[in-house]
């Protein structure tokens, strides 16, 4: 269980995605996890062990690491990036859900099932309408929350996004104060300053996706309400129209060679 | 996920490719992916645990490896390699975004072989010319910028032996002497001629598609 079994997981996600959850899902894996595994846990391979204290005071490093490092910043952004992608689940157990009822429909010889075989319910993309609207916003909003959460984490333990190279330590057993100095602050600063600017430009895609599914709501709704006071039964050429070039553009990276249709 | 999965993305992107972008793709993974992964990481693996200063103020060796290398030659590198190679996802998504296009006509009752559209090579015309060549320039952009970054940090391309260092707590002025310099000029300079010829090859794809389109362009109005 890695990294590129998550990858799997979420790559079925994709399929019912909109456009904006895809760049989202590219972004994550390629300038997020991908940069991680890469770059920055070489950055931090060595963090303890060049981590170096001015003293002979045995048991004073240890202490001092403690202290400053609680909890070390790869291991914050594997549990973020973790977090992040949990909620894409919620939607994808929706539309296992909605795909066992049609199955269970169509198995029955239900007359209204529209399908003619089992492939087809199984290839059958799912449209985000009604409650699977409301799962999939509200895996988005719990994504926001998670991403603030984990930023105002890092800010709050590590007093900002720098890394100090020279730490003043007096914990016990170190004698009065000791100088203690951090392995490579400026390319953790770096890395520290590149991963909150792309884990901004997902929070920013997230709010893009969340506006767009809510405008799309709203419409549909008032075109509904202007549509029964008029003709209850005609159908909108123009909301169909929309409604397809909504899922072609939703569509346009389904089969991308990224690899997530399943 | 690490460079075989990006490797299996980009791989698709090869099919829609112009002959000049197909060389591109297999000079990057062969010549520079391949040479990070299976050497370059091995030369700069002990470049902290071997800088060795003369000194033995503790916190000077790594106030002084840090001073030196804000950002290891490695990590530069990767950083290179994956925005150099993020362009080609946009035609990927133009290509995509197309395909399904013609199906939605198949579709809506336009007779078109299914089989056909799966296996159809897309030209590069139209709305699909302008994104592929805007990724070509984005390359060429990204290529210049990193190595523009690696001339500015290092003070050029090559590895010195003897650092002296300054920075406290180091007493007075300190000798400290890098890991493996030559080796690691000579990666570093076979990673900029590589990077070079990378740029070159972009170059060269862009005139040709540029000229292209100028061709058919002159052939329309005569």
């Not at 157990?93 to 399908?115: L, P, S």
């Not at 893009?208 to 202007?226: D, N, V």
Request: contains cysteine; proline residues 3%.
């Amino acid at each position: 269980m890695d990294w590129g079994a998550l990858h799997t997981i979420l790559g079925g996600v994709n399929k019912h995605s909109t456009s904006i959850g895809k760049i989202w899902l590219t972004v994550l894996f390629i300038f997020r996890i991908m940069i991680l595994v890469v770059a920055a846990e070489k950055v931090w391979g060595d963090e303890q062990d060049d981590f170096v204290c001015n003293t002979l005071q045995p048991g004073c490093k240890n202490v001092c690491y403690d202290h400053f490092f609680p909890i070390s910043h790869i291991r914050l952004w594997a549990l973020q990036l973790i977090f992040v992608s949990t909620p894409a689940l919620l939607v994808a157990m929706h539309v296992a859900y909605r795909r066992h009822e049609k199955k269970r429909q169509f198995r029955k010889g239900d007359q209204k099932c529209e399908f003619r075989d089992m492939e087809e319910i199984r290839k059958q993309r799912f449209r985000i309408e009604g409650s699977l609207w409301w799962t999939y916003t509200s895996s988005i909003f719990f994504r926001l929350i998670f991403e603030a959460v984990f930023m105002y984490a890092f800010y709050f333990m590590y007093d900002g996004f720098r890394m100090p190279r020279l730490m003043k330590c007096n914990a016990w057993p170190c004698p009065n104060t000791v100088d203690c100095f951090v392995s490579r602050p400026t390319e953790k600063t770096v890395f520290t300053i590149f991963m909150i600017a792309v884990s901004s430009i997902c929070i920013l895609l997230n709010v893009a996706e969340l506006c767009y599914l809510l405008t799309k709501f709203f419409l549909k709704r008032s075109k509904k309400a202007g549509n029964s006071k008029q003709q209850p039964n005609h159908e909108n050429k123009e909301e169909t129209k929309q409604n397809e070039m909504n899922e072609l553009i939703s569509d346009s990276c389904q089969n991308t060679v990224i690899g997530f249709s399943s």
